[in-house]
């Protein structure tokens, strides 16, 4: 017995350790134990979200899963020692009786060695477990610190996700939106300078994305302030400009062609979140609304013709827009949603929309 629980203590820590390692310090994503729980959390709130509607509930359940995966990494590592010093009758005593600790006594004992509170009622018997409590200590403070220097960056990812997300919208809120207000009657004016600058900050997150997978789970009520509402309205946008608008009037390519390769990047991170593309096609952004704005446009089957292969992006970008909890209305088009409305003038002061 005490050989089983030898090795199943050392296995709990290695797999713990790892995954630890694999999250904080690599840019490979999450490890296995907290991308599956970050996974199985949100998929269990979405389905709740689905059911009735509750923006709120999200948003709650991405910090659960930022505060809950540090805290299930201590409570495995917290097991996988308790289980150790279990193995050995005499491994853990009274200090002051001498006489062997119980099982409640030695995770006691186990718990306050990781937090390093210094020695207690109770203390290790013979070398090995000395060394054991001295190893299991400097284990809990390097889990801790991991722990903290992981939380800070991934604060810090989430306020510039929702800074993107909110410059996006300042610009348009839908992708007909963004286009129809940048167009001045013979071009798009300075529009190209906003692209130039979205270029970077898109980049930035993408690699924010790949070394956090845990940014997928943040999610805001607030459509003007969610990311992947404003990362699919650029993305539409970009394909109206490049396919839908005449070619006289298009922006300069070194502005497009930058700002579509980095939406194209942030689409491939969504495996990291274990995201399949959607089943069905969303529907195209109707070229009839920038018609109606008097902005030179090529016919709709000439439209259709020249986007017919880009059936497995759009499914990318209707798979991530349900990932988030919303639906393709809510981002489609004017005819559907005003996404950014909020931010006008006139209803600038009311309270944010929630659904």
Avoid at 140 to 153: D, K, M, R, S, V
Wanted: net charge neutral; glycine share 6%.
């Amino acid at each position: 017995m005490p050989v089983i629980w030898v090795f199943l203590g050392l296995l709990i820590l290695m797999l713990v350790m790892f995954d630890v390692l694999v999250t904080t310090l690599t840019t490979n994503g999450a490890g296995s134990i907290s991308g599956r729980l970050s996974y199985w959390l949100w998929w269990i709130a979405l389905r709740v979200h689905r059911r009735h509607s509750n923006h709120r509930l999200l948003t709650v359940t991405g910090w659960v899963i930022l505060m809950g995966t540090p805290l299930v990494w201590i409570c495995l590592v917290w097991m996988g020692w308790a289980i150790l010093f279990c193995a050995g009758d005499t491994a853990v005593v009274n200090s002051e009786s001498n006489l062997p600790a119980s099982i409640w006594e030695r995770i006691y004992f186990t718990g306050y060695t990781l937090s390093t509170l210094g020695v207690g009622d109770y203390q290790a018997q013979g070398a090995i477990w000395q060394l054991a409590t001295a190893l299991a200590s400097a284990n809990g403070f390097f889990l801790f610190t991991l722990a903290i220097a992981y939380l800070l960056p991934v604060i810090a990812a989430v306020v510039v996700k929702r800074q993107i997300a909110l410059y996006i919208s300042t610009l348009g809120g839908t992708p007909d939106d963004l286009l129809n207000r940048a167009w001045n009657g013979k071009d798009f004016g300075q529009l190209s300078q906003h692209l130039i600058v979205l270029t970077p900050m898109l980049t930035g997150m993408v690699e924010s994305y790949l070394a956090y997978p845990i940014l997928n789970y943040f999610h805001t009520p607030e459509r003007a302030k969610s990311f992947v509402l404003s990362v699919v309205t650029l993305d539409e946008a970009l394909t109206l400009l490049y396919y839908g608008v005449e070619k006289s009037c298009r922006p300069d390519k070194a502005a497009l062609n930058p700002l579509r390769r980095a939406s194209s990047a942030f689409l491939k991170t969504l495996k990291s979140a274990y995201v399949e593309p959607a089943s069905e096609n969303p529907t195209m952004p109707p070229l009839a609304l920038l018609r109606e704005q008097g902005i030179p446009v090529v016919s709709d089957q000439e439209f259709l013709e020249a986007t017919k292969h880009f059936i497995l992006r759009r499914k990318l970008l209707l798979a991530m827009v349900k990932h988030d909890g919303w639906n393709w209305d809510s981002v489609s088009s004017t005819a559907t949603t005003n996404r950014a409305s909020s931010l006008d003038d006139e209803t600038a002061i009311e309270e944010p929309e929630l659904n």
